[in-house]
């Protein structure tokens, strides 16, 4: 077995040399998982008989070798095992297999759990979760924000949040957290998303990368709610989350704009190209404020670096400047941590 690997990696290393990822992928078919989930699948036959099943394995290259291998929990729909196992070294992890596989059961089976306490909590207030970060927090869920809607809309969610804290318990993480976060997607966007196969365990369909670039392709809301001692303060606040080239062109916009504004009273201005979070103004998905940095003279090669002067800015969704800026001096220690007053 170990010579079959050590071919299969040279010959990858070739492609790979030769100029083409897709002849590695494609035509020289030579990094194979079917060794490492053959050994994943011993594994489970003989530490957890019929309870576990293999549904699928990926390559770890270009890591140090090996494969993860993904279970579905035989008594639990919602549940899923990922192992990383390495069949040439005879190591999970690169520990003894059998224990580091009942870790990963023990974990999938909690996670399971605990998705299921995040999901009938959204449930009850009336939010489906339809996808989860990687780590299964946090959660996406469909609602439509017009300045008419928005303050209703992030109070409802705000109180979902607090029968999650609630339903979790005061020991966990999340109770203990400062802050939890909800991510709010369109109708529209969310119908068209990469849906996955209702046969795959809840988690694994619900945190997939595809699924979750369908959703943050377009433009979408990150819903923060403070939390103090378990309590949650479900007014909320929501900022914009825009794809990147959208993003750019607001940054872009804002800033010029500002610099024009700035030359009235420092002609030498340069505008550093820092932001900070864009936050949306109460009951306004069409309003947003946040920082940008500047220099009223350009430092080394013309740049702005380490600026201790920053303008706080309302604007439009285009990025136009709404109303007066403000500006704030001594925002920074030294050279180090910025200490932008809270808006």
Not at 21 to 42: N, S
Not at 216 to 228: P, Q, W
Not at 252 to 262: F, M, N, P, S, Y
Request: proline share 5%.
């Amino acid at each position: 077995m170990a010579g079959s690997r050590r071919r299969q990696w040279r010959t990858a290393a070739i492609c790979v040399l030769t100029g083409s990822l897709v002849a590695l992928v494609g035509a020289c078919g030579v990094v194979t998982t079917k060794e490492d989930r053959r050994a994943a699948e011993e594994l489970a036959d003989k530490h957890f008989p019929g309870q576990i099943k293999a549904i699928g394995a990926r390559t770890l290259f270009p890591g140090t070798g090996g494969s993860e291998v993904t279970f579905a929990v035989a008594d639990d729909r919602d549940a899923v095992v990922r192992l990383r196992i390495n069949a040439d070294k005879g190591t999970c992890d690169s520990k003894e297999c059998a224990g580091v596989l009942t870790e990963a059961v023990a974990r999938g089976r909690a996670d399971a759990a605990a998705y299921r306490t995040l999901r009938d909590a959204f449930d009850a207030c009336g939010y489906e979760v339809i996808a989860l970060g990687p780590t299964g927090t946090p959660p996406y869920v469909v609602a439509e924000l017009t300045n008419a809607t928005v303050q209703r809309v992030l109070a409802d969610i705000g109180g979902c949040v607090q029968r999650w804290v609630t339903a979790s318990g005061a020991d966990t993480p999340l109770a203990k957290a400062k802050a939890s976060y909800v991510n709010v997607v369109s109708p529209a966007v969310a119908e068209k998303r990469n849906r996955g196969k209702d046969s795959w365990p809840t988690l694994l369909r619900l945190t997939r990368s595809n699924l979750v670039a369908s959703l943050t392709k377009h433009t979408y809301y990150s819903a923060s709610y403070d939390i103090v001692d378990g309590r949650v303060d479900t007014v909320g606040s929501a900022r914009v989350v825009r794809p990147f080239k959208e993003r750019q062109a607001f940054g872009k916009t804002v800033q010029d704009a500002v610099r024009e504004e700035l030359r009235a009273t420092y002609p030498n201005v340069v505008m550093s190209d820092y932001q900070w979070v864009w936050r949306l103004e109460p009951g306004r998905i069409d309003r947003q404020t946040g920082y940008l940095l500047f220099c009223p003279e350009p430092g080394e090669r013309g740049r702005c670096v380490n600026s201790d002067d920053a303008v706080l800015v309302t604007a439009d969704e285009r990025g136009n400047p709404v109303g007066k800026i403000r500006i704030v001096h001594d925002v920074r220690e030294g050279t180090g941590v910025l200490r932008l007053p809270p808006y």
